[in-house]
């Protein structure tokens, strides 16, 4: 998906996108050694705020900044007063040095080149702050969902495998040679399967397919139903995070 395309689908993005665990928040605090309750954090690629808020929701001050207005107006719209937004590129920050206890990539960091991103969120991080990147995926393991998966790339083209572990060998090796851990959370999230069709249909893979695009989700659900014989569904992840220390 190219990067004005998190513009044109922001409200349906923001309304269907998974969230992230709360064992998420609690594996950041550890890191930090502090809690979220007053900390400030700088959450890049923040798009219409899907973690800003869990942050925020911890009690942190969060500023959030994402190149995309039309995310960030969404962002603005639904954020409390703990939130500030500000337009910018998370590879030249528009913000000065030392000033976060945290700097946090929800889903964003492929997005930034990282000979570029990494020296600038470490350049904002307050001494002993952390950088803390993150990846919801699919969990592989549960049955009905790897069929579910292998049936729909049978007619959309196949995104390739996500292995997020480059941001951790990266952080680990030269020049930057951070204290680098990762954890990995498996969880789920319930949700009607009218829903899940909505939040498919937001995948860029199957937005790619146009005109084909709600036929083959309908046909989709339908088999799903069929599998699991229920309207509802656990939609299974793991959240894969890379935890940073200068
Ligand atoms: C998959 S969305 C993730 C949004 C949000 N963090 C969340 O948890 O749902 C990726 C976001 O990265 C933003 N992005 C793209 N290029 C970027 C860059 N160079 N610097 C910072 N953010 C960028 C996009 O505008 C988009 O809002």
């Not at 309750?37 to 969060?62: K, M, P």
């Amino acid at each position: 998906m190219s990067r004005q395309l998190f513009d044109l689908v922001a409200r349906d993005y923001d309304a269907y996108r998974p969230d992230y665990p709360a064992q998420l928040f609690d594996a950041l605090e550890s890191a930090m050694g502090q809690p979220l309750l007053r900390a400030d954090v700088l959450d890049v690629g923040a798009g219409t705020g899907i973690a800003t808020r869990a942050l925020a929701g911890r009690g942190a001050n969060v500023v959030a900044v994402d190149p995309g207005p039309e995310v960030l107006a969404v962002l603005r719209s639904r954020s409390t007063s703990r939130v500030r937004a500000v337009v910018g590129d998370g590879n030249a920050l528009p913000l000065p040095d030392e000033m976060f206890d945290l700097v946090s990539y929800a889903q964003a960091f492929h997005w930034t080149d990282p000979d570029r991103s990494i020296p600038e969120a470490l350049r904002v991080l307050k001494p002993g702050g952390v950088l803390a990147i993150w990846w919801n995926r699919h969990d592989p393991t549960v049955r009905w969902f790897a069929e579910h998966t292998q049936r729909l790339f049978q007619v959309c083209e196949k995104p390739p495998r996500a292995d997020e572990s480059w941001a951790a060998e990266l952080l680990r090796g030269s020049p930057w040679q951070c204290h680098v851990a990762t954890v990995e959370i498996p969880w789920s999230r319930r949700m009607s399967l009218e829903d899940y069709g909505r939040n498919l249909l937001t995948q860029s893979y199957v937005f790619a397919l146009g005109d084909h695009a709600p036929a083959v989700v309908a046909e989709e659900l339908e088999a799903i139903r069929a599998d699991l014989g229920t309207d509802v569904i656990d939609e299974p992840f793991v959240t894969y995070t890379v935890l940073a220390r200068p």
